[in-house]
């Protein structure tokens, strides 16, 4: 399975937006409501790269507008980061879940592998059309699609690295990356026991990246 077929040459990030919804690269289309491709401006100076939409992205057809979104919009304030610098996306562009009977709660269920490599065209294609001095990878899934399969948030979060050189990413799109770094999840904040301290983690983290932007 793979996007490739759906992503149109040479089309800018309206264009990928507006080509993404209703392709089929992997059988995720089938349940989900609609595909949720990214939302920010392209000449933005720090990309955010999560794992999927969840239940109120699907429904709203935006990346990061849910309880964990509005956590990171938080995060990102007080790490010193312009929102209208940010650029916001996802490894995967369809919500995987399950759901025990119609009409009851849908519930995340992480993507996978074939999932993220189903979606790797998309983002790859965004990618290559930014230019961000700092790419942030949100979470396990992000980072290790970016970064490979070895990367762990837990021991390497909030460290720079160079150009992402991984396999969710060709070599074009790799170059016009700056730097590169990884952190938690925000949903990771809602679930953690001792939240206070999860997000202050989180924010600092992010203020590593926004002392790349000066």
């Known amino acids: 399975m793979s996007a490739a077929e759906f992503v149109p040459g040479g089309a800018g990030i309206e264009e990928l937006r507006a080509a993404a919804d209703g ?99 998309w983002l790859s294609a965004e990618l290559s059309l930014l230019e961000p001095e700092v790419l942030v990878c949100l979470g396990a899934t992000a980072a290790k699609a970016l970064l490979g399969s070895s990367f762990r948030v837990t021991k390497q979060r909030g460290q720079l690295f160079p150009s992402p050189v991984g396999r969710a990413i060709d070599a074009d799109a790799a170059a016009k990356a700056g730097r590169i770094m990884a952190t938690i999840h925000p949903s990771a904040v809602l679930r953690a026991d001792n939240r206070d301290e999860a997000y202050d983690g989180l924010v600092a983290d992010l203020r590593v990246a926004a002392a790349v932007l000066g």
């Not at 312009?82 to 650029?87: I, M, S, W």
């Open 23 to 121: 392709r089929r690269g992997c059988e995720l289309y089938r349940n989900a409501t609609q595909a949720v491709f990214s939302a920010g401006p392209p000449t933005a100076r720090v990309v955010l790269v999560g794992e999927q939409p969840g239940d109120q992205e699907d429904r709203q057809g935006q990346p990061f507008v849910g309880p964990a979104g509005k956590l990171l919009v938080k995060a990102i304030d007080e790490a010193g980061i312009p929102r209208e610098e940010t650029y916001r996306t996802n490894v995967v562009k369809h919500f995987r879940f399950t759901q025990s009977a119609p009409g009851k709660r849908r519930i995340h269920q992480t993507p996978d592998r074939l999932h993220i490599d189903a979606c790797q065209p």
